[in-house]
C-alpha cells in the first residue's frame, strides 16, 4: 500500500461527497454547476491516485488519458449547463 | 527532496484541495465561489503534478481552471454582485424550516457514509497488489502504436473511439448552446496597459499552441492541451475588447467545428474500407496519422471552447440567425 | 557554496511571500493589498526563481524560469492595473 | 458483416456532420442516414440470428487494450427498435419542424442523439460506457430545451444536473472497478468479478447513477416536465429510447456482468422501487390535464414494470423458466418503446393541429383526426397489455414468475398497474370520442400520421404475433 496513493484518493473521496453535498443543497443554479464540477474533480483526482506507482515509478497512462477525457466531456458539460441558465435568466427577466 | 519534507508538501497540498472545495460550496456568493474553484482547479494542477501525471496537469490548468472558470464568470456577469443569499435566508415558516433542516442533515448523512463507503472499498482495492497488465500491455505495444507518449498512445490509438466520441460530446455542446441564443455581447475595448500584454500574450499562446500540439507525440501534451491554449488566446482577445477574434462565421465556421470529428472519422472509414479494422492505424503511418487528426482536433476543440465562451451563436448572415429571434407560428385549428 | 546561496535566495523569496500574504490579510484597503501583494509576489518569486536556477546548472532551465518570472511580473502587473482601474471607477461611479 | 457494428455508430455520426455541413439539405441527409442505419441495424439482426454474437474490436487491439464492441440478441433487438423508431419520428419530424433554421438546429443534434443510443447499446467498455452516457445525456437535452419556452428551457436544465450528477456517479463506479481489476472490458470484468468491498459498492454506484438516468421512482422528478415541453418526436425518442438506454445498462450489469456480485435483497429492492413506479406513475397519468404530460408519467409507470422482473430473475433458477421470463422483460420493453413513440408522435398532431393538447377539450378528436385517435387507441392497447400486443405476452411471463417464485406480492401490482392504465387511456378515448359535434371537416396527413399509426401497430400488433423469434434471439449471449 502506498501512503501517497491513499491519502490523494481520499481527498478525492471527500471532494466528491461535497461536490454531491453542494449539488443536491445548493439553490442557485451557477453554485450546483461549481458543486457538479467538484465531483467531477474528486472522481478525477480518485482516478490518478489509482493511476500513481511510487516515485520514480511510470504511472499508469490508461486512468490519465480517461481523466483528460472526462475534464473535456466536463467543460462539455458545464457550457451547456450555462447556456441553458443563461437563457433561463433571459426568459425570467422577459417575463 | 526528503521523504518527510514530502509528507508535509501532500498535507498542505491535501489540505488546500479539501479547503477550497469546502470553502467554494459553502459560500452563497456566486462569484466568489466560482473564483475559489479556479484556485482548486491551480491547486489539483499542482497535485496532478506531484501524482506524475503531467498531461492532466496541463490540461486542468488550461480547461479545468481556466477556461471552466472563464466560462463561469462569463455566466456570472449579468447577475447582481454579491448574489442576494438565496432561499437560506428567505421567509419561511416553520415548519417549512425544520423539514428543510432535517433533509439538509440527511443529505449531508447520505454523503458522509457515500465518502466512507468508497474510502472503505478503495483501501480493500489498494490493499491487494496493482494491476499491471494494462500498463505492461500499453508498453509492449508502445512502438507500433505511432507515438512515444504512452498517454498520448491511450487517447489516440488504444482508446482513439473514446476520443472520437468526447470530440462529438463537445460539438453537441456547442450546437446546443447555438440553439439557445445569441454569443453575449463583447466587452469595453481595453486600456493601453492591457492592450499592451494582449498584443504580446496572444502570439505566445498561440506558439505555445502549436509547440504542445507538437510535442504530444512524445511528451506531456497534445490536441486537447494545444486546443485549450488556442482557446485561451480567443478569450483573451475577447475579454481585451476585440470584435474579432479569429474565428470565421457561416460555413467556414462549420467546417472548423465539424474538422475534429470529421477527420477522425474519415481516417476510421476509409481505413476500413482498406480493409483494416476501425481506427486500426498501419504502425508505419500511425504517427502522421495522429497528427492529422490531433492537429483537426486542436482547431475544432479551440473553436468550440470559444464558442461556448461566446455564449452562442456569433453574429452572422447566417439563415439561422437572422430567422432566430421570430417566433412559432401559431397553432393552426 | 551553490547550494547555500540558492537556500538563502529561496528562504528570502519565502519571506516575502510571507510577508505579502501578511498584507493581503492586514492591510486596511483594496490599493495597499494590491500593493503589498503584487510587490512581494514578483519579488518572492524572482528571489525563489533564482534559487531554483543556482540548483538547476542547465542554460535551457534557467532560461525557462527566467521565462516564467517575466510571464508571471508581465501577468501580475496587467491584472493588478485592472483591478485598481476597476476599483477606481467603481468608486467615483462612472 | 463482421463490421456492421461500427458502421450503425459511424453512419448516424456522418449524417450529423453532413447535416450541420449543409443546413439546406440537413432534412434528406437525416432522412437517408437513417435507412442506411435502418439497413445496418437489419444486418446485424440476420448476421446475429445467424453467426451468434458478434464482436468487434476497434483498431484491431485485443479488449482491455483497446474497445470491443459486442452484439448480442437483446442489444441487437433494442439496436433495430431504436432504428426503427427514431426513422419514423424523423419522417415525422421533417414535417413538424417547417422552418430552415429550426431544421438546421435540429437535425445534427438529433443525429448525434442517435449516434449515442447506438454507441451505448454496442459498447463493451465501462469508461466507454461512460462517454457514451454523456453524448447521450447532453444531446438529449440540448433537443429537449428546442422548445425554447420557459418550461423547456427549466426543465432541461434540471435534466442535464440530474443527469451530470448520474453520470459522476457511474464515473466513480467505474474508477473503483479499475483500482480493484484494473480493467474496463465487460467481459473480462464478468469472468473476475467477486462479492466483496470493491464490487459492491462500485455497483451500487454505477446503478444509482444510472437509475437517477432512468428514472425509476423515487427519482423519477425531472422526467415528466422535461418529456412533456420537448417538442414531440424529441419526446417520443427520450421516453421510448433514451430512458430505455440507462435502463439497458442496468440489466448489462445486474444480470451480465455483476451477475454473482448482486444479493436477493438488492433485487428486491429494485423490484420494490418499480412496485412504487408502477402505482405512482399510474395514478399521476391518470390525474393529468394534459396529453403529454399523461404519456410522460405513463413512462414512469411502465419502466416500472421493468423493474419489477429483478427479483424474479434472480429467484427463478437458470433455465428454460429463466428465460422465458428474460424474454418477457425484453418484450414488454420493446412494446413500450413503440407504443410510447407512436403515442407522442400522436399527441403531436393533435398539438399541432388543434392548437392545445388538454384531455378534457379533446371532445371531437375522433370525428376530426380519425387515424391520430386510432394510433393513440393502438397505443393503449399496448400499454395496458391487452392482447395481441407484446406486453401482454412480457406481462404475461410477469405474472408467471410471481406465481412460479411464489412472490404474489408483484402479482397484485402488475394488475393494479394495468386496471389503472386501462382508465387513463380509456379517460382519453372517451374525450375524444366525445359526442360534442365538430364543424370542422376529418384530416388524414399521411406524412405526419403514418409513422405514429406505424409505431403503435407494431407495438400492439406485430410484436405480440413476432414472440417465438424474439426469444430465439434473446437466447444469443455474448
Not at chain 3, 534559487?51 to 546548472?57: H, I, P, R
Not at chain 4, 432512468?214 to 420537448?230: E, G, Q, Y
Not at chain 4, 424529441?234 to 439497458?248: P, R
Request: hydrophobic fraction near 60%; charge should be positive; include cysteine.
Amino acid at each position: 500500500m502506498l501512503t501517497t496513493q491513499i491519502l490523494y484518493a481520499l481527498a478525492g473521496c471527500v471532494l466528491l461527497a461535497l461536490g454531491v453535498r453542494g449539488a443536491l443543497l445548493h439553490a442557485s443554479v451557477l453554485l450546483r454547476i461549481v458543486a457538479i464540477n467538484i465531483m467531477g474533480a474528486g472522481v478525477f483526482l480518485l482516478l490518478i491516485a489509482v493511476a500513481y506507482r511510487g516515485p520514480g515509478l511510470a504511472a499508469d497512462p490508461v486512468p490519465h488519458a480517461l481523466v483528460l477525457t472526462g475534464i473535456v466531456v466536463a467543460v462539455s458539460a458545464t457550457a451547456l449547463a450555462l447556456a441553458l441558465a443563461r437563457r433561463l435568466q433571459v426568459e425570467r427577466d422577459d417575463g | 527532496m526528503n521523504s518527510a519534507g514530502l509528507i508535509v508538501f501532500d498535507a498542505l497540498l491535501l489540505l488546500s484541495i479539501v479547503g477550497l472545495a469546502w470553502a467554494s460550496l459553502a459560500t452563497t456568493d456566486v462569484r466568489r465561489s466560482i473564483i475559489l474553484f479556479m484556485a482548486l482547479g491551480l491547486v489539483l494542477a499542482v497535485a496532478w503534478g506531484r501524482l506524475l501525471a503531467p498531461d492532466v496537469a496541463l490540461a486542468e490548468a488550461a480547461i479545468g481552471a481556466g477556461l471552466s472558470g472563464a466560462l463561469l464568470l462569463a455566466a456570472a456577469h449579468g447577475q447582481p454582485s454579491p448574489l442576494p443569499p438565496e432561499s437560506t435566508n428567505a421567509p419561511r415558516n416553520h415548519g417549512a424550516a425544520g423539514m428543510g433542516m432535517v433533509l439538509r442533515w440527511a443529505i449531508t448523512l447520505l454523503c458522509a457514509a457515500l465518502a466512507g463507503t468508497l474510502v472503505w472499498a478503495l483501501l480493500h482495492a489498494f490493499s491487494n497488489p496493482q494491476h499491471d497488465m494494462l500498463p505492461r500491455a500499453i508498453s509492449a505495444n508502445l512502438a507500433a502504436s505511432g507515438v512515444s507518449n504512452p498517454v498520448t498512445a491511450v487517447l489516440l490509438n488504444f482508446r482513439a473511439y473514446d476520443t472520437l466520441l468526447e470530440l462529438a460530446v463537445l460539438l453537441t455542446a456547442v450546437l446546443g448552446t447555438f440553439a439557445l441564443g445569441q454569443a453575449t455581447p463583447g466587452y469595453r475595448p481595453a486600456g493601453l496597459v492591457f492592450d499592451g500584454l494582449v498584443r504580446w500574450l496572444v502570439p505566445v499562446l498561440i506558439l505555445t499552441a502549436g509547440y504542445l500540439l507538437w510535442a504530444g507525440a512524445h511528451a506531456p501534451g497534445g490536441a486537447f492541451q494545444a486546443g485549450a491554449t488556442l482557446a485561451a488566446a480567443g478569450v483573451v482577445l475577447r475579454l481585451a475588447g476585440r470584435t474579432r477574434i479569429g474565428l470565421p462565421v457561416g460555413f467556414m465556421l462549420r467546417m472548423i467545428m465539424a474538422a475534429g470529428v470529421g477527420v477522425f472519422l474519415l481516417v476510421g472509414l476509409t481505413l476500413l474500407l482498406l480493409g483494416r479494422p476501425f481506427l486500426g492505424y498501419p504502425p508505419a503511418w500511425a504517427g502522421s496519422l495522429i497528427l492529422m487528426i490531433e492537429t483537426a482536433a486542436m482547431f475544432s476543440i479551440a473553436a468550440t471552447l470559444l464558442l461556448a465562451f461566446l455564449g452562442g451563436q456569433p453574429e452572422s448572415t447566417d439563415v439561422n440567425a437572422v430567422a432566430n429571434r421570430q417566433r412559432e407560428e401559431d397553432p393552426r385549428c | 557554496m551553490i547550494n547555500i546561496l540558492s537556500s538563502i535566495l529561496i528562504l528570502a523569496g519565502v519571506f516575502f511571500y510571507l510577508a505579502g500574504s501578511i498584507g493581503l490579510l492586514r492591510l486596511p484597503d483594496l490599493y495597499s493589498r494590491l500593493h503589498a501583494l503584487t510587490k512581494a509576489d514578483n519579488l518572492g518569486l524572482g528571489l525563489l526563481i533564482a534559487g531554483v536556477a543556482l540548483q538547476s546548472q542547465d542554460l535551457l532551465i534557467m532560461l525557462k524560469l527566467l521565462l516564467v518570472w517575466l510571464s508571471v511580473l508581465a501577468a501580475s502587473a496587467t491584472s493588478a492595473h485592472l483591478i485598481a482601474r476597476q476599483a477606481r471607477r467603481q468608486e467615483t461611479g462612472s | 458483416m463482421a463490421d456492421t457494428p461500427i458502421w450503425l455508430v459511424a453512419l448516424p455520426l456522418a449524417g450529423a456532420l453532413a447535416a450541420l455541413l449543409l443546413p439546406r439539405l440537413a432534412t434528406a441527409a437525416a432522412i437517408v442516414t437513417g435507412l442506411l442505419t435502418t439497413v445496418a441495424a437489419g444486418v446485424l439482426l440476420f448476421g446475429v440470428a445467424t453467426q451468434g454474437a458478434l464482436h468487434y474490436e476497434i483498431g484491431g487491439w485485443t479488449a482491455g487494450l483497446g474497445i470491443m464492441l459486442r452484439a448480442d440478441g437483446l442489444s441487437t433487438l433494442l439496436l433495430l427498435m431504436t432504428a426503427l423508431v427514431v426513422l419514423a419520428a424523423s419522417i415525422y419530424a421533417s414535417t413538424y419542424f417547417r422552418k430552415t433554421y429550426e431544421r438546421a438546429r435540429f437535425w445534427p443534434l438529433w443525429l448525434l442523439l442517435w449516434t449515442s443510443l447506438n454507441a451505448l447499446l454496442l459498447s463493451g467498455d465501462l469508461f466507454n460506457i461512460y462517454v457514451t452516457l454523456e453524448l447521450l445525456g447532453l444531446s438529449a437535452v440540448a433537443l429537449a430545451s428546442l422548445g425554447g419556452k420557459r418550461a423547456a428551457v427549466e426543465a432541461a436544465l434540471r435534466y442535464l444536473l440530474v443527469g451530470l450528477l448520474g453520470s459522476m456517479l457511474f464515473l466513480a463506479g467505474v474508477g473503483l472497478i479499475y483500482a480493484g481489476y484494473g480493467t474496463l472490458d465487460l467481459t473480462v470484468l464478468a469472468r473476475v468479478l467477486e462479492p466483496g468491498p470493491v464490487a459492491w459498492p462500485a455497483l451500487a454506484l454505477m446503478s444509482s447513477g444510472l437509475l437517477l438516468k432512468t428514472a425509476l421512482f423515487p427519482l423519477h422528478f425531472w422526467l415528466p416536465p422535461a418529456h412533456a415541453s420537448a417538442p414531440a418526436p424529441v419526446s417520443a425518442v427520450l421516453s421510448a429510447l433514451v430512458v430505455k438506454a440507462a435502463f439497458y445498462l442496468v440489466l448489462r450489469l445486474w444480470l451480465d456482468v455483476f451477475a454473482n456480485v448482486i444479493t436477493p435483497a438488492s433485487a428486491n429492492l429494485l423490484g420494490l422501487l418499480g412496485a412504487g413506479a408502477v402505482l405512482w406513475g399510474s395514478w399521476q397519468a391518470l390525474r393529468a390535464e394534459r396529453l403529454k404530460l399523461l404519456a410522460a408519467y405513463s413512462t414512469v409507470a411502465q419502466l416500472g414494470y421493468l423493474f419489477l422482473f429483478f427479483p424474479l430473475l434472480l429467484a427463478l433458477p437458470a433455465g428454460p423458466d429463466r428465460d422465458l421470463a428474460a424474454g418477457g422483460l425484453a418484450m414488454l420493453a420493446l412494446t413500450h418503446g413503440f407504443a410510447k413513440a407512436g403515442l407522442f408522435l400522436a399527441i403531436g398532431i393533435i398539438q399541432q393541429r388543434c392548437g392545445h393538447d388538454t384531455i378534457r377539450e379533446l371532445d371531437g378528436t375522433a370525428q376530426h383526426l380519425p387515424a391520430t385517435t386510432f394510433a393513440i387507441a393502438l397505443a393503449g392497447v399496448a400499454l395496458v397489455g391487452l392482447p395481441p400486443s407484446g406486453a401482454f405476452l412480457g406481462k404475461w411471463q410477469l405474472l408467471a414468475g410471481a406465481v412460479d417464485t411464489g412472490q404474489w406480492w408483484w402479482l397484485v401490482v402488475t394488475v393494479a398497474g394495468s386496471l389503472l392504465a386501462a382508465a387513463y387511456i380509456f379517460r382519453v378515448l372517451g374525450h375524444a370520442f366525445g359526442h360534442r359535434p365538430y364543424p370542422n371537416q376529418p384530416v388524414t396527413v399521411a406524412r405526419e400520421e403514418w409513422p405514429a399509426l406505424l409505431l403503435s401497430a407494431m407495438a400492439a400488433l406485430v410484436l405480440g404475433l413476432a414472440g417465438a423469434p424474439v426469444w430465439g434471439l434473446l437466447e444469443i449471449s455474448t
